[in-house]
């Protein structure tokens, strides 16, 4: 039983376009959404999050939009680099201050230049 | 300020052998978690460690186990590996404490430790 879930394996945009990554969710009781960027044969590299309570929330290039009702968030990149080209992640927390997160299967962004 | 790192990077073990990875968290955070990432699970949760106790745990079994030290180094032990243990494992700190501030949520994690058993 997958919790969350990121139904797009890739995603291919232009350079200088908008990337917007999805991901849908089961539970309603998650308390906390993050975004991570994940190169191979690295960990994952924190981009950005969301509380349950909020349905927007903006750092530089990156926002990440909160849908509950529909059970969904997204991630936008504004404008898309190539060097934003990786793997993506979203995350769930089950509840506050816990370290467990719920992944997503991931999505490939590919920016062309 | 210097990020979570973990030791070490690559380790190859043979069948019924087991491991110890290390992870050293960013200076002042006090929890500690371990994942397992693997092309066909994509990334589970192992374990949590905060203050030296177990927090939380998945759904893995006993052959996984961890530890905190007092100062909130973390390590994992597998015990008698099978070929399917072969993945990144991934250690991930944070702040944590009171609940409802949303920096507390926040995981960073270290490149993590490739481990292929033979």
């Known amino acids: 039983d997958q919790q969350v879930k990121q139904n797009s394996p890739s995603l291919s945009v232009q350079e200088g376009r908008i990337s917007i990554l999805n991901c849908d969710y089961t539970n309603s009781m998650f308390d906390y959404f993050l975004w991570y960027k994940k190169y191979p044969a690295e960990g994952p590299t924190f981009l950005i999050s969301i509380s349950s309570i909020k349905d927007k929330n903006e750092d530089g290039r990156f926002t990440v939009f909160l849908n509950k009702s529909a059970k969904h968030l997204s991630l936008h990149i504004v404008p898309s680099q190539p060097g934003d080209s990786a793997v993506y992640f979203c995350?769930?927390?089950?509840?506050?201050?816990?370290?467990?997160?719920?992944f997503g299967q991931g999505t490939t962004l590919q920016v062309k230049p | 300020k210097a990020g979570v790192t973990q030791t070490p990077r690559y380790l190859i073990k043979t069948r019924g052998q087991q491991v110890t990875l290390s992870c050293s968290p960013i200076s002042g955070h006090r929890s500690v978690s371990w994942y397992q990432q693997t092309p066909g699970q994509g990334l589970q949760f192992l374990f949590e460690y905060f203050s030296e106790t177990q927090r939380n745990k998945g759904n893995f079994p006993g052959r996984f186990s961890g530890r905190q030290f007092s100062n909130s180094r973390s390590e994992m032990n597998v015990s008698t590996l099978e070929l399917g243990d072969s993945a990144l494992y991934l250690c991930?700190?944070?702040?944590?404490?009171?609940?409802?501030?949303?920096?507390?949520?926040?995981?960073?994690f270290g490149p993590g430790t490739r481990l292929t058993v033979l």
């Open positions: 995350a769930a927390s089950p509840f506050s201050n816990t370290g467990k997160l719920i």
């Open positions: 991930a700190s944070r702040k944590s404490g009171v609940a409802g501030v949303d920096s507390y949520n926040e995981q960073f």
